[in-house]
């Protein structure tokens, strides 16, 4: 009864808009008003089948298949809200000010006059909606017409989530759309996973533990190996409501102009990868399937979540902010294997919980990858979820135990410089951050890093914040 009630009320809410929005969009050629979906993923590292990963995830391969992989993507930070944020306005988190969570007592949300893509799109006549997890805030920067299945703490029903789609694609006629959906999985809280009843519509997919992979970031442990089973099965559940919506919008009618977009927002919720600017929390998946476009290709290109919002506006026609966006448009890369000029991402992080202040910055070659922590001084807090997980506890109940080849002192206390050298150590252990012998090219990225941080206004940037620059 309680889902009836829901579907009707959404099918109100997508109703409702047509009228204004027909009128918006009349006399606009269509052939230019093209659709967006876009897909977020909750906590999903680089974890699925098509990267030969031993997880059940055939409908995003499939995506992957049919569009464009790209295997070198990287989020902007590994932090939920801000990610979001950054996929949402096309600024860095020190530019937008979404520096932490957003809900309960953490409270972060934009900085005054930032604006969003549902906001540019909405302006450009297009039926926006929101269904799923939202995790950002102020409300008013982010206007979507509808906000179906409301954030709540942790929707797992995939299903609903896909009739909700469809149920608003049905109410806007053939207005064009922009439609986001936030998937809680597979975010391990409040409970296993999601993993804890049965899902309408969803295949039963169970891991055994003994036959997982466990990344190497992580010491190979029972409560690990339980975890990360329970882990891959809600990333089966999210694979199984990617393909319910895509059914959805062939049932619309509304495949041929409809550029999809799915991505993660941070590393797998476990140490070493969730609120790390190492390897395991930036390096993310992401697939962009665009109808008339070449697809069926993978991409070495280096692309960051700042490049989302102006892929998006690129596809629509849709008009972005006064202001400068740093990213750019990834649809030139479709159909490719790589171009030039794309070998180099920034991050940049101020804290998760409210409690967990660590601000770093970070920049990434293909072979390097260099982190300032700016108040290296503090120990590196561990996220709530993590830190209640049992495979923290389990690494926990032993000092000697290792996060990967860290020791958990390493893991806790660091440097104020890191500097890795990928080629030969892939998972940033051998910190060359002090010392002479790698010292020209250590510098090198810090002068890099000091430059993008002075153009795009960092207030952690010593005189910008004071001067005012930071306001830019």
């Known amino acids: 009864m309680k889902r009836r009630h829901f579907l009707g009320a959404a099918t109100g809410a997508a109703l409702g ?4 929005t027909r009128a918006l969009s009349a006399g606009i050629d269509r052939a230019k008003r093209r659709n967006v979906l876009l ?58 000010g979404m520096y932490g969570l957003a809900h309960d007592a953490h409270n972060q949300g934009l900085r005054d006059g930032i604006e969003t893509l549902p ?17 950002v805030k102020p409300e008013g920067a982010f206007p979507y017409d509808a906000e179906l299945a409301p954030e709540r703490a942790g929707i797992r029903d995939v299903a609903l989530l896909s009739d909700a789609v469809e149920l608003f694609l049905r109410g806007i006629g053939d207005a064009p759309f922009f439609v986001t959906v936030g998937f809680s999985d597979p975010h391990r809280a409040p409970v296993n996973f999601g993993n804890n009843q049965p899902w309408p519509r969803v295949k039963d997919v169970r891991y055994d533990p003994a036959k997982v992979t466990v990344p190497s970031h992580l010491p190979d442990l029972p ?136 601000p770093m910055r970070a920049i990434r070659t293909r072979t390097r990858s260099y982190i300032e922590n700016l108040a290296w001084q503090l120990p590196y807090p561990i996220a709530g979820d993590v830190a209640g997980s049992d495979s923290w506890k389990a690494i926990a109940a032993d000092p000697r135990t290792r996060i990967g080849k860290r020791t958990q002192a390493a893991y806790r206390n660091r440097p104020a410089r890191e500097f890795y050298d990928l080629e030969r150590d892939p998972d940033e252990v051998v ?38 620059k930071a306001e830019g």
């Open 17 to 20: 808009l047509a009228p204004a």
């Open 39 to 96: 897909i977020v993923s909750d906590d999903q590292g680089m974890d699925l089948g098509c990267l030969g990963v031993a997880v059940q995830t055939p409908n995003l391969d499939a995506l992957a298949q049919q569009g464009t992989r790209f295997d070198q993507a990287y989020a902007a930070v590994s932090s939920c809200s801000s990610s979001r944020a950054v996929v949402y306005t096309g600024l860095y988190t020190h530019q937008n």
């Open 119 to 135: 906001y540019w799109l909405k302006k450009a006549g297009y039926a926006t909606a929101l269904v799923g997890k939202k995790h």
């Open 223 to 358: 409560a690990v190996r339980g975890d990360l089973a329970q882990y891959y099965e809600s990333l089966s559940r999210l694979d199984d409501g990617v393909g319910m919506i895509r059914a959805a919008i062939e049932r619309c009618g509304r495949a041929d102009d409809t550029l999809i977009v799915f991505l993660s927002d941070n590393g797998r919720p476990f140490p070493g990868a969730k609120t790390n600017l190492y390897d395991p929390g930036l390096h993310l998946p992401l697939i962009v399937h665009a109808p008339g476009l070449r697809g069926g290709a993978t991409s070495d290109a280096m692309v960051s979540w700042i490049d989302i919002a102006p892929t998006i506006l690129e596809w629509t026609g849709a008009a972005g902010p006064a202001y400068p966006l740093p990213g750019r448009s990834v649809l030139p890369l479709l159909g490719e294997r790589g171009k030039p000029g794309w070998d180099m991402v920034f991050a940049s992080h101020e804290f998760h919980e409210i409690d967990q202040y660590y």
């Open 431 to 468: 910190n060359l951050g002090s010392g002479r012998a790698r010292a020209a090219e250590r510098d090198a990225l810090a002068a890099k890093l000091t430059a993008f941080r002075k153009a795009t206004g960092d207030p952690w940037t010593e005189g910008l914040a004071a001067t005012g």
